[in-house]
């Protein structure tokens, strides 16, 4: 059976922690590297949280593409951040709700207004 017919990842209902709209978080994001790790923090509200998928083309997934777990953040300054979220992301609630266990909500490209963004 291939990869993309067995893999876990890509059950419609895997579960993820859902953060609601105006929950202050701090999402912490690594990238090891060889010798070393790029840490990067990133602090704000919570505006929505989605699954998405890339326009990766090589991709072995559901539908021939890579679903991505987005958390979108606004800055305090006002700045609106799009994380995708992995295995190497702590996300902190800082004020505000806890998230909680539930499935990514799938967005479309023709649906998410900062599809020009990414």
């Given at each position: 059976m291939h990869e993309?017919?067995?893999?876990?990842?890509?059950?419609?209902?895997?579960?993820?922690?859902?953060?609601?709209?105006?929950?202050?978080?701090?999402?912490?994001?690594?990238?090891?590297?060889?010798?070393?790790?790029?840490?990067?923090?990133?602090?704000?509200?919570?505006?929505?949280?989605?699954?998405?998928?890339?326009?990766?083309?090589?991709?072995?997934n559901k539908n021939a593409k890579v679903w991505l777990d987005r958390l979108i953040l606004e800055k305090p300054d006002g700045e609106i951040s799009i994380l995708n979220l992995d295995e190497y992301s702590v996300v902190q609630v800082l004020e505000g709700p806890e998230g909680l266990r539930a499935s990514s909500p799938l967005m479309t490209t023709s649906q998410d207004p900062t599809a020009g963004v990414t």
């Open positions: 993309s017919e067995t893999s876990t990842s890509l059950d419609d209902d895997q579960q993820t922690l859902l953060y609601q709209p105006g929950t202050r978080v701090r999402v912490t994001q690594q990238i090891p590297r060889r010798t070393d790790t790029l840490v990067t923090v990133t602090e704000g509200k919570v505006v929505r949280q989605e699954r998405q998928k890339s326009g990766s083309w090589y991709a072995r």
